[in-house]
């Protein structure tokens, strides 16, 4: 068995043939192995739920060992490793640092306690760098929690497009009618993809403390940012490298996948239990954590802004703030929007007097004011749905 204590790591890796389906992970430290004749080998093992680590040829062959069939197979089904991060390209290596923003004394105390959470799951660590971008807090709506953002406009500047990995959101207008469906939600999709250790100075930000009484401590990520303009598309290849041998596994379903929503559709309930379990098993074998009670297996299903029901497929009902007073209602106004837009027929080109407000001075709090342009695309939504 793998020792409890030796460190492992997530990667992007599938393995099929024994026990079936599994997602691997391997050591964080090389490991030097003694074979027959005392012949030393030295790796990094992969590892599944299984008795026995996986050491691999590569380790045979520093052995001088073969492994042979005599009645070879006329089908073999082996094990695929991926990449375990997607690296950034930088257009310049310049520092960035924006200072922080103040916070009031509610705001600091709950960015400290958000900060010691994340901490303690690994998705930050302790260390400094010539780069800082700010970070404030947001009360989630209706509740008594807060949700931590990091203001990565600058760091967005200096980062190569990687583009879209898909033109446009799916469609579940397309699905097969009288099928079976269930969606389900992917928890904090980003906090579980790893950003490369090359990229992570470029992320720092730092925590300041009242009235300045010691000095300010730093934290990069290690997981994927949220505001980073190429977190979309590296979380969109990351979860579909996840899926794609459900996919190989389960032909006769249809998955449907976008960010950090999965939408299953089979002809009948057995096979689309079947392919739920698959789908379950390998996000949660990557590490990825889902909420039984955001599985949606009953109609309306909600999925990508849309409301499906047995016959039919409407946006759901949206409440759009229409008189944004500060910047952080401009920025929840733009979001709402954005994430209808393509079933209102309101193109980019539409959003862009909106987007523009978002310019200028950074802080949320900071007043904002339509124009008459920017109004337009507001009053074409708010027509849709009535």
Same mark, same amino acid.
């Given at each position: 068995?793998?020792?409890?204590?030796? /460190?492992?790591k997530p990667i992007a890796s599938k393995l099929q043939a024994i026990g079936g389906l599994q997602l691997v992970k391997i050591s964080k430290n090389i490991v030097q192995v003694e074979g027959l004749d005392g012949k030393l080998a030295s790796g990094h093992p992969f590892v599944i739920d299984y008795k026995a680590p996986l050491w691999g040829r590569d380790t045979m062959?520093?052995?001088?060992? !073969?492994?042979?069939?005599?009645?070879?197979?006329?089908?073999?089904?082996?094990?695929?490793?991926?990449?375990?991060?997607?690296?950034?390209?930088?257009? =310049? =290596? *310049?520092?960035?640092?924006? $200072?922080?923003? +103040?916070?009031?004394?509610?705001?600091?105390?709950?960015?400290?306690?958000?900060?010691?959470?994340?901490?303690?799951?690994?998705?930050?660590?302790?260390?400094?760098?010539?780069? !800082?971008?700010?970070?404030?807090?947001?009360?989630? +709506?209706?509740?008594?929690?807060?949700?931590?953002?990091?203001?990565?406009?600058?760091?967005?500047?200096?980062?190569? /497009?990687?583009?879209?990995? &898909?033109?446009? @959101? !799916?469609?579940?207008? #397309?699905?097969?009618?009288?099928?079976?469906?269930?969606?389900? /939600?992917?928890?904090?999709?980003?906090?579980?993809?790893?950003?490369?250790?090359?990229?992570?100075?470029?992320?720092?930000?730092?925590?300041?403390?009242? $009235?300045?009484?010691?000095? #300010?401590?730093?934290?990069?990520?290690?997981?994927?940012? &949220?505001? #980073?303009?190429?977190?979309?598309?590296?979380? &969109?290849?990351?979860?579909?490298?996840?899926?794609?041998?459900?996919? %190989?596994?389960?032909?006769?379903?249809?998955?449907?996948?976008?960010?950090?929503?999965?939408? @299953?559709? %089979? +002809? !009948?309930?057995?096979?689309?239990?079947? *392919?739920?379990?698959?789908?379950?098993?390998?996000?949660?074998?990557?590490?990825?954590?889902?909420?039984? =009670?955001?599985?949606?297996?009953?109609?309306?299903?909600?999925?990508?802004?849309?409301?499906? *029901?047995?016959?039919?497929?409407?946006? &759901?009902?949206?409440?759009?703030?229409? /008189?944004?007073?500060?910047?952080? =209602?401009?920025?929840?106004?733009?979001?709402s929007l954005n994430w209808v837009r393509p079933w209102l027929s309101i193109t980019n080109k539409d959003l862009d007097p909106l987007k523009n407000l978002l310019r200028g001075e950074r802080e949320l709090i900071s007043p904002r004011e339509l124009t008459p342009e920017a109004k337009t695309p507001i009053k074409k939504a708010q027509k849709s749905f009535n």
């Amino acid at each position: 068995m793998w020792p409890s204590y030796w /460190d492992l790591k997530p990667i992007a890796s599938k393995l099929q043939a024994i026990g079936g389906l599994q997602l691997v992970k391997i050591s964080k430290n090389i490991v030097q192995v003694e074979g027959l004749d005392g012949k030393l080998a030295s790796g990094h093992p992969f590892v599944i739920d299984y008795k026995a680590p996986l050491w691999g040829r590569d380790t045979m062959s520093q052995w001088g060992s !073969n492994l042979l069939s005599l009645k070879p197979p006329r089908i073999f089904r082996g094990g695929h490793c991926g990449a375990p991060y997607s690296k950034l390209t930088w257009l =310049d =290596d *310049t520092p960035v640092w924006v $200072n922080q923003w +103040p916070l009031s004394k509610e705001k600091l105390k709950a960015l400290k306690e958000l900060i010691e959470e994340q901490f303690a799951k690994g998705h930050i660590e302790k260390t400094t760098s010539p780069w !800082n971008s700010p970070v404030f807090v947001i009360k989630k +709506p209706g509740k008594d929690k807060w949700r931590l953002l990091h203001d990565l406009w600058e760091i967005s500047k200096v980062i190569e /497009d990687m583009g879209s990995l &898909q033109p446009g @959101m !799916n469609s579940p207008t #397309m699905l097969p009618r009288n099928w079976q469906l269930v969606v389900l /939600d992917i928890k904090d999709c980003f906090f579980q993809i790893p950003l490369h250790p090359e990229d992570a100075p470029w992320f720092e930000y730092s925590v300041p403390t009242i $009235n300045r009484e010691a000095p #300010m401590k730093c934290y990069p990520w290690k997981v994927l940012p &949220q505001g #980073m303009k190429c977190s979309p598309s590296i979380c &969109q290849g990351y979860v579909a490298s996840l899926l794609s041998p459900v996919h %190989a596994e389960r032909r006769e379903a249809i998955i449907l996948h976008y960010t950090d929503d999965v939408l @299953m559709c %089979a +002809p !009948n309930d057995t096979i689309l239990q079947h *392919t739920l379990d698959l789908v379950v098993k390998v996000l949660t074998s990557a590490g990825f954590h889902l909420q039984e =009670d955001k599985v949606q297996r009953v109609p309306p299903w909600k999925y990508l802004g849309l409301e499906i *029901t047995a016959r039919t497929v409407v946006p &759901q009902k949206l409440e759009i703030k229409s /008189d944004p007073k500060t910047l952080a =209602d401009l920025h929840s106004l733009c979001g709402s929007l954005n994430w209808v837009r393509p079933w209102l027929s309101i193109t980019n080109k539409d959003l862009d007097p909106l987007k523009n407000l978002l310019r200028g001075e950074r802080e949320l709090i900071s007043p904002r004011e339509l124009t008459p342009e920017a109004k337009t695309p507001i009053k074409k939504a708010q027509k849709s749905f009535n």
